[in-house]
């Protein structure tokens, strides 16, 4: 199949100036922006809220999407899609009524995706596929960028795309931490269609645009 997405994550930007840091990824070629969002309850980290998001919406026109790692979700999901978000993505591990939390999330009129930790079985999805329209498998624990590619998730993400075919559901599946050029090909080729990239997007030497073009090249 064609390429997949490259998501930009804005997690490691120069929140001094995000409105041109999202600007800049738009600018590079990302599909989408993510907006991680800590509580320093669930991770032990702590990063913007619905705000922020709604003061950089008007700096791209790619779709932004909320990636919440916070303990109790439910009570912002309305508030993200407020902001701007077109997919809220919610920790499976943080959702004990995740059925009902992916059902609000679209009656909100936003897709609804749920967050996979890397020690956390794809059996909690196996029943809310009708409800999902993305399933993000966590490459790294999460908190932070910059950290290091777990390449035992590929076996996941692969479990997680003959899950999908199965189905007959369109459940996107998306990676999440340590993706750069030496790890997308494979995160790729086990089924992952958009891959979220941090730090080897923000931090590239030769700038964003450089670097989501050695993603994509990396790829070929
Ligand atoms: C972890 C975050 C990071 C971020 C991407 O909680 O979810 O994975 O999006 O960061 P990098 O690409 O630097 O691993």
């Known amino acids: 199949s ?10 490691g930007a120069d929140y001094a100036h995000l409105g041109n840091e999202v600007a800049s990824l738009t600018a590079a070629g990302v599909g989408r922006i993510q907006w991680d969002v800590m509580d320093r309850r669930f991770v032990p980290n702590m990063t913007f809220g619905p705000d922020v ?9 790619m779709p932004f999407e909320a990636h919440l790692m916070v303990q109790d979700p439910d009570p912002m999901l309305a508030d993200f899609v407020a902001a701007g978000c077109e997919t809220i993505i ?28 890397p020690s956390t079985p794809l ?20 908190g932070f960028g910059g950290q290091k590619y777990i390449p035992a998730m590929e076996e996941k993400v692969s479990e997680m795309r003959a899950l999908v075919g199965r189905s007959g559901r369109a459940v996107k599946i998306e990676v999440d931490g340590g993706i750069s050029t030496a790890t997308a090909k494979a995160a790729w080729y086990a089924g992952a269609e958009l891959l979220v990239a941090g730090s080897a997007v923000l931090s590239h030497p030769g700038g964003k645009k450089a670097a989501v073009a050695e993603l994509h090249r990396a790829m070929a």
Not at 2 to 11: A, K, N, Q, T
Not at 53 to 61: D, E, I, L, T
Not at 90 to 109: F, K, S
């Open 2 to 11: 064609d390429e997949p997405v490259i998501v930009g994550s804005v997690l």
């Open 53 to 61: 998001v709604a003061a950089c919406r008007k700096y791209s026109n």
């Open 90 to 117: 919610v920790h499976a591990e943080t959702c004990p009524h995740l059925l009902r939390t992916l059902a609000t999330i679209r009656e909100l009129g936003a897709q609804a995706g749920v967050a996979v930790n």
């Open 123 to 142: 059996d909690f999805v196996r029943y809310v596929l009708d409800h999902l329209d993305e399933i993000v498998i966590m490459t790294v624990n999460p």
